[in-house]
C-alpha cells in the first residue's frame, strides 16, 4: 500500500497564477482534508471531502476550492495566489466510520513557493 | 472552538534521558480524541500516540506515554530513554469524534543530543 501520495513535491508558482494540488488518498479511505502548514507553524484545516461534497471547512478565503473525484482522490486549487499562500499543503484521508474512530494517515506534503 | 497550545516552542534532551512536551486545549466537546504527532524533517505526519478523552487511564506506547488531566485541559507526552530518531517536531492535536477534522497546536521542536 502506497499510503496517501501527494503531487507534486515542491512547486513554485507567481503572484496571481493559480495552482493545482493533488492527493491520492490511502486504500480504503474515502475522507480526504487538506492542511495549510506555513513555515514553523502547526498545520491549519482547510476542508474537508467526502462522497465528492465539501464536508467542513475551515477559515481560508473562496479562493482556496477542492474537488474529490469518485476514486477519492482529491485536488486542492488555489486562485489569485498570494505570497502568504507560500506553505507546505498536506492531505490526510481516513476511512469514515461515524464515530468509530480511524486513524488519519498524512502524505509528504507539497511545497509551495509564490513569489 | 476548539484551541490547542503547545508553550515549549524548543527542548532539548540527552540521549537515553525522559523528557516531557506540554500541551493544552480549550473545548466545549464532551466526545473528542487527543493526539500527539512527530513531524521529523521527511515533512510526513505520524501519530506518536492517541488519547480517548472517556478513557481515565493514561495511553502508553513503548516509550511514549500521556499524561491526560481531562479538568485541567492539559495533555502532556512523556519520551522515555531518549533517541537520536526522536528528533523532529511534535504536534498536540484535537479532533472531535466523528469528524476526522484536526485541530493542531504550533508544535515544539524536540531535539536530542548525542
Known amino acids: 500500500d502506497a499510503g496517501v501520495t501527494q503531487s507534486p513535491t515542491h512547486l513554485i508558482k507567481t503572484r496571481g497564477q493559480q495552482v493545482t494540488l493533488r492527493c491520492s488518498p490511502k486504500?480504503?479511505?474515502?475522507?480526504v482534508s487538506w492542511y495549510q502548514q506555513a513555515l514553523g507553524q502547526g498545520p491549519q484545516f482547510i476542508f474537508q471531502?467526502?462522497?465528492?461534497?465539501?464536508?467542513q471547512r475551515g477559515n481560508f478565503p473562496d479562493r482556496f476550492s477542492g474537488h474529490q473525484f469518485p476514486n477519492y482522490s482529491s485536488e486542492l486549487n488555489v486562485n489569485a495566489l498570494l505570497l502568504g499562500d507560500s506553505a507546505l499543503y498536506l492531505c490526510?484521508?481516513?476511512?469514515?466510520?461515524?464515530?468509530?474512530?480511524?486513524?488519519?494517515?498524512f502524505g509528504q506534503g507539497t511545497r509551495l513557493t509564490v513569489v | 472552538a476548539q484551541t490547542v497550545t503547545q508553550s515549549q516552542p524548543e527542548m532539548s534532551v540527552q540521549e537515553a534521558e525522559t523528557v516531557t512536551l506540554s500541551c493544552t486545549y480549550d473545548?466545549?466537546?464532551?466526545?473528542?480524541?487527543l493526539f500527539w504527532y512527530k513531524q521529523p524533517p521527511s515533512r510526513q505526519m505520524i501519530l506518536v500516540i492517541r488519547?480517548?478523552?472517556?478513557?481515565?487511564q493514561n495511553a502508553t506506547e513503548n516509550r511514549f506515554s500521556v499524561n491526560f488531566q481531562k479538568a485541567a485541559k492539559s495533555f502532556s507526552l512523556k519520551i522515555s530513554d531518549s533517541q537520536l530518531g526522536d528528533t523532529a517536531m511534535y504536534f498536540c492535536?484535537?479532533?472531535?469524534?466523528?469528524?476526522?477534522?484536526?485541530?493542531f497546536g504550533t508544535g515544539t521542536r524536540l531535539k536530542v543530543l548525542a
Open positions: 473545548t466545549s466537546e464532551n466526545n473528542y480524541y
Open positions: 488519547q480517548e478523552a472517556y478513557k481515565q
Open positions: 471531502y467526502y462522497e465528492e461534497e465539501e464536508r
Open positions: 486504500s480504503g479511505h474515502d475522507t
Open positions: 492535536a484535537f479532533s472531535t469524534t466523528g469528524t476526522y477534522k484536526y485541530i
Open positions: 490526510a484521508s481516513s476511512e469514515d466510520r461515524g464515530r468509530t474512530y480511524t486513524e488519519a494517515f
